[in-house]
């Protein structure tokens, strides 16, 4: 009794801890409405599975024959039995009916769904049914099919055996007798069987569209003319066989049912597998291309529709591989807003930079977004600095780690396009106290990705405050303390609150400290998916959030999607595997394998009080429509997000990558080039990552103009190759650009105009584009580049390629990829030194953007990228930056090359002194020659010191 109530008191506490964070958020109809379903649901499990095995237990048991002669086996059974038969006859039912109730209450949201379903307006092309059908009705109704024949079936079989326990059934040799009673009631529960046979048999044609086979997801030729009516009719045999028990209970005659049931077995072999397989091997296969054609098609359809990327507008682009003086004048926007710094390579140096402490940390890979700075939209990489417990050391401590060290400080921003003189980003927003170009906002981080399970935070008005702040202060204090006055999570006002969270998280100084007061919050679930999971818990949550400063305040945005396994015809994914790549690794998921999803919702979490925004995103969606009935009043209309909000809104990483893993085969809209599968895409290895790791090249954002668009705008983009071609392979060739629109605008509760518009340009067979691979195998087989970078990774430094971007500029794709040098000491991050441009089979190798391009387009570019040194106040790049001429190409018709000079003679000097100190040491160890082997180590040392400060590093 003890233990029970300690359990129940835990379960208590579980369940009344949640309904205060549910309360404090403002969702608390959103856990009730799940506790009414799953409590409604577990009472429909248990009681529709444990009255059907009490009453069938109890009937069998009632209607035995009293006098029955039984053999003495059967009298040892009964007299074991006997003693427990009272307990069974409860005890079976009421667990049979506990296991079932648990059953029945996870799939509550499938019974919501189908309470509440919206009907789309679509119909599918093979029965003509509402696609709401597949949606909402079918899961359900084939859940409840199941149920009902588990139910009936284990009420069978017991009694069955209480039958024969109890004489009902007496086996005498090769006789069987039945009687009447036990004959009634197991030919009724076996004629239900039967019938809910019949109807999941009629259901499971419906399946066929949406089941995937080896061509297309969806009824094929053989299931529309072999499989569907084949279902069809072994339905009507299991009903008709169903009605045969029903007669049996009346007049005793068992032959017909049985033999109907032997003959539905064998029906079932012959029209369910054997006549389709006929028809797919002696009709189909032989034409299979003719056949198949219009299922393919709808199969291209109906995928297009489910995953939103029908309008995606196709533009042919022949792309140039010359690179001509002149090329890129009309594409001087997009040139002068290439982002040259790398997101995930420079977070070590924006945390040697901005972390301060050391309690203090960045994600390994920051956000990009973009801001109005002086008027113009700057791209930009974003990071909040957040608190890291960890880092504490030796001030590691309950009251520490709970009350003082309780939230991070400021957002750290820097331009996509600059670095300073010595390579470092140049941060419009930075330092502690922030300060910069966001204005005046709350920079506490209360809540983000790296935030600590729970803190303790609030006091009494006038009480000192506990909580750290940032580690400088006025008036010769080193740290400045703060205390927290929103209203973030449950109270800590009473005892019992503090009881029960003490055993939440298992820590008796909740209850006994000191430091929690009348005014104490705990704020725990900090993480933005975590709080929008858990308010939201039918979405599927982008794994990507990103923070912004926005109306005065940090919050994190989130992409929320809306999906189903429940399309029909349309291709089923894994949703895991397609946002899996070198930025992303494989995310586990409720429902993993879908085909169909949306963009129907964008969540915000304030990083101050944790405060949950959700806005439907897209009120057009069926399954959000429906969500929105389950629960009323949890989300705004677009038309109530501001407009700075909306700025920072962009398409999602996620959702792009499902698309782009579509879009690599249903590219192809004709059902013959389809069926060839002779144009099938695929997204290149990031050639950055090891080719043993086969990881995926990720999307970027970027500010670029395509073809067809009047002005550049922020986008995300992608590319393919051909499917099966590697990065060494000579067809790594460039196929498609994927990239859309990803700038939501900046008007109160409106959507920009071309938000969302899909485009893809497609390159003409005969092309001859480089895919990024191929240009990262250029890159590195180029003899100044690698010679360059092979002397420099002798030294103590080592040599860190960057995103390699591609944008259509020039009349063709134009590569560009900054290069970072990184000291091998411990303290020390990469700083950006060199950019890498290509064009067709042409390669620049420079110190800065403009440079490059210059160098590539002979010197009359016509653009200018805006990614010049800018001089860092206080640094070693301070000082205006020395114009550089352009370099005027080689003549091509002598093979010879201008001799460098200034500045870069002296490199070229320096690189070729460290190629002959090199081939010395190499000479010197064949000889044995160590006085001379270390002489020339020591000439190697000095060429490479002159070599980077020549690079500035």
Known sequence: MVGALVVAFFLFTSLYTDYLWFSQL???????????????????????????????????????????????????????????????????????????????????????????????????????????????????????????????????????????????????????????????????????????????????????????????????????????????????????????????????????????????????????????????????????????????????????????????EEVPYSATTEASPGALRSDAETTASIRIIDPALVSPAVAQLERFKTYYGFNSELDVDRYDIDGESQDTVIAVRELRQSGLGDGSSWYNNTVVYTHGYGVVAAYGNQRSADGQPVFFESGIPTSGELGEYQPRIYFGEQSPAYSIVGAPEGADPRELDYPSGEDGESETYNTFSGDAGPKLDTVFNRLVYALKFQSEQIFLSDAVNSESQILYDRNPVDRIQKVAPYLTLDSDPYPSVVDGKVVWIVDGYTTSDAYPYSRTVSLSNSIADSDSEAQRYAIDDINYIRNSVKATVDAYDGTVTLYAWDDEDPVLQTWQKIFPSTLKPISEMSGDLMSHVRYPTDLFKVQRSILGQYHVTDAGRFYSRTDAWQTPADPQEDASTNSLQPPYYLTLQMPGQETPSFSLYSTFIPRGASSEDASNVLKGYLAVDADAGGEDGVKGEGYGALRLLTMPDESTVPGPGQMQNDFNSDQAVSSLINILRQGQTDVLNGNLLTLPVGGGLLYVQPVYVQSTGETSYPVLQKVLVGFGDEIAFEDTLDQALDSLFGGDSGASAGDGDVPVEGGEGEGEETPTEPTEPADPGDGSETPPTGADGELAAALAEAQAAMEAKQAALEDGDFAAFGEADARLSAAVERALELLGG
């Open 26 to 312: 403002g969702y608390t109809s959103v856990l009730t409405t799940q506790w009414a379903a799953i409590a409604v649901m577990f009472v429909i499990g248990f009681v529709g599975m444990a009255l059907p095995v009490w009453l069938t237990i109890n009937l069998a048991y009632r209607l035995r024959p009293v006098y029955a002669k039984l053999n003495s086996q059967l009298d040892r059974y009964q007299e074991l039995v006997e003693p427990l038969r009272r307990l069974a006859m409860w005890a079976i039912p009421a667990v049979l009916g506990l296991f079932a109730g648990l059953s029945a209450s996870s799939r509550w949201e499938a019974t919501l769904l189908w309470l509440n379903r919206t009907v789309t307006g679509s119909t599918d092309p093979q029965f003509g049914l509402d696609l709401s059908f597949y949606l909402f009705e079918l899961p359900f109704y084939r859940g409840v099919v199941s149920f009902a024949s588990a139910v009936i079936l284990i009420a069978l079989l017991l009694t069955v055996a209480v039958s024969y326990l109890y004489g009902s059934i007496r086996v005498n040799g090769r006789e069987l007798r039945i009687s009447k009673s036990s004959r009634i009631q197991i030919a009724v529960l076996a004629g239900l069987y039967l019938l809910l046979q019949a109807v999941s048999i009629w259901l499971d044609q419906y399946t066929t569209l949406t089941q995937t086979g080896d061509l297309i997801t969806g009824a094929s030729y053989t299931d529309v003319n072999a499989t569907i009516w084949a279902r069809q009719i072994l339905a009507g045999i299991a009903l008709l066989i169903a009605l045969l028990f029903f007669v049996t209970a009346f007049i005793g005659r068992w032959r017909f049912p049985l033999v109907g049931t032997a003959l539905l077995l064998v029906a079932s072999v012959v029209l369910g597998s054997l006549y389709p397989w006929v028809v797919q091997r002696f009709t189909v296969d032989p034409n299979a291309r003719v056949l198949e054609a219009p299922y393919i098609q709808r199969n291209i359809d109906l995928t297009r529709d489910a995953f939103d990327v029908a309008e995606v």
